[in-house]
């Protein structure tokens, strides 16, 4: 069949249809076509813009075989309370099958505070594992080989210290930081924009940045140095194609810094990582993760005249959708889960981790996290989905969707090169803006019935008050505290007086890499309070401005 003549039959099809779909009125928020046919995929050339697995422009995966040499890894976000519990959680999760950990911290230490810090307060231990200092770390790991697991770390604005203690306890336990695997987060650029746990201003915080790129390069070299992460603006609320372009338009900042302090791009950008959401639009999870891959194969090879093919290739971490979750019914939580597992599945990820049934109500209890790793082992094992490298490629509503999201994607980084990039898109609140409004839209489908959530404004049952979830125990806080007075009772003060006052000098000095420097500071078991507070005194704090 010619294009006229299809044209012709789809054109008949849409006007005896449009009646039909009237009678859905909840459904008429859908933004796509009702049906999909090759009229969609006009001008498509399979070499340029889908290739091979493995091969540039990586629409179909970054490996050959994908799956079938092996799974991703499955890692879940885990931790809470004190180092002695989270070691317990990181340990049951191994024997369980998880293939690799995700460290949560709380937010005293995601913000460079202390336990005993007045401002660490009421949060000591709530949203993740609290660690203060070398001891903690060393507790966190015990038992674990470094040398053999995996470890991401979602913690940005202090990353090179925790960093710095992760290599230090490797050290000690006789692994070399050339033997360790892993990832810290370190993308401080969507805290600014998305989610809020930053402690310097833009400047000392990219030059953090570019010195973890340069030491690890050199003394780490397994070791994802970053991971630019659209999960927390998809959180925020942006959609898929604000999503990657807005994380993409971070990873030009970060390779822009880099290459400016001298970093040759072929020697960092191997080990750049990233971080998507998977929501719950499964079609449109999938062509989301095939269009980042695209758009950031070109923005190496193109823009920064990457040599090196691995330089070319966007590997993620993927996290299902936690503000998908909802409080009500959370049985039902299983499933959305299920589903978002499939998309970053079909979407190509290398790396899982799936939220439990009540994550909306607290932190996951341990047979909740063990239904998540099972789903996911699920999908591995019995769904068929790993069996074959990028399933759905040739569907023409995920090719044209695809084509689409990558499409938006470019508009928008245009938008933000024009702006003067994304440090200044941030610092003029245009990011935030767009993000804030695509959430508004959204909430606002909800609450007008537009959008149907399955249990919160449809299909409403009478529930019971839910019982047995995880609480962490105010003493963790007291607890924490003891332990700090007794580290300072017992350390050699006067070593982390001078390994302090040499890291306060070379942060004055815009030539010095920090990472040695830090690294010794906390090999003398100086807190992290200590030593983001001499960064804090040199550096200063960022102020955020109200972008409404």
């Known amino acids: 069949m010619d294009n006229e003549s299809l044209k012709a039959k789809v ?56 799956y079938r040499g092996r799974f991703w890894t499955m ?70 080989d470094l040398g053999k697991v995996s470890t991401s770390m979602t913690i940005n604005a202090p990353a090179s210290v925790l960093l710095a203690m992760y290599i230090a306890v ?42 973890i790129f340069e030491y690890c390069s050199k003394n780490v070299p397994n070791w994802n140095t970053i991971s630019i992460s659209g999960y927390h603006i998809r959180e925020a609320g942006s959609t898929a194609a604000q999503e990657i372009a807005f994380t993409i338009a971070d990873g030009i900042a970060y390779c822009e810094a880099a290459i400016k302090a001298g970093l040759d791009v072929d020697a960092f950008a191997g080990r750049l990582s990233f971080f998507w959401n998977a929501h719950n639009n499964v079609l449109e999870e999938v062509a989301k993760f095939r269009a980042s891959r695209r758009v950031w194969a070109k923005v190496m090879k193109e823009r920064f005249g990457a040599k090196n093919p691995k330089s070319w290739m966007l590997r993620v971490h993927t996290q299902t959708a936690g503000s998908m979750l909802t409080a009500q019914q959370p049985e039902n939580n299983i499933v959305r889960v299920a589903l978002q597992t ?83 898109a941030i610092e003029e609140g245009y990011i935030q803006r767009e993000i804030q409004d695509s959430a508004y839209k959204w909430q606002k489908e909800v609450e007008n ?34 332990k700090l007075a007794d580290l300072r009772a017992k350390r050699d003060n ?18 010095v890499n920090l990472m040695p420097i830090i690294l010794e500071a906390v090999k003398t078991y100086a807190t992290l309070g200590e030593i983001c507070g001499v960064m804090r005194k040199v550096f200063g704090e960022y102020q955020a401005h109200a972008t409404l």
């Open 11 to 66: 054109a008949e099809y849409t006007a005896k249809v449009e009646k039909a779909s009237a009678k859905f009125p909840e459904r008429k928020n859908l933004e796509y076509n009702r049906l999909y046919t090759p009229l969609d995929l006009e001008g498509q050339d399979y070499e340029r813009d889908l290739g091979l697995p493995g091969s540039y422009p990586f629409t179909r995966g970054v490996q050959p075989t994908m």
């Open 75 to 144: 890692r879940m976000y885990a931790g809470f309370s004190t180092a002695e519990e989270s070691n317990k959680r990181y340990r049951y999760l191994l024997e369980s099958g998880s293939t690799g950990l995700s460290c949560a911290f709380d937010l005293p230490t995601q913000i460079g505070y202390d336990s005993d810090d007045i401002i660490s307060e009421g949060e000591v231990g709530k949203v993740g594992v609290a660690i203060d200092s070398l001891a903690d770390m060393e507790i966190l790991f015990d038992q674990i």
């Open 170 to 211: 490797a050290e000690k336990n006789g692994i070399g930081a050339d033997k360790l695997n892993g990832t810290i987060q370190n993308d401080i650029l969507k805290e600014y924009a998305a989610r809020g746990t930053y402690i310097f201003p833009p400047k000392p915080s990219m030059r953090l940045i570019t010195n």
């Open 342 to 424: 499939a998309a970053a599945v079909m979407g190509g990820t290398q790396s899982l981790h799936t939220n439990s049934k009540d994550e909306a109500l607290a932190l996951p209890t341990e047979d909740s996290v063990r239904v998540a790793l099972r789903t996911q082992q699920i999908v591995a094992y019995e769904s068929g989905l790993a069996d074959v490298v990028d399933p759905l490629a040739g569907s023409y509503y995920v090719e044209a969707m695809t084509n689409e999201i990558e499409a938006a994607a470019w508009e928008y980084i245009k938008k933000i090169d024009d702006i003067g990039g994304a440090v200044v």
């Open 449 to 482: 019935n537009d959008r149907v959530i399955v249990g919160v404004n449809k299909f409403q049952i009478e529930e019971k008050p839910i019982e047995g979830l995880l609480r962490v125990d105010a003493s963790v806080g007291e607890l924490q505290k003891k």
């Open 494 to 511: 006067a070593a982390v007086t001078a390994a302090l006052s040499k890291l306060e000098a070379a942060c004055k000095d815009e030539s």
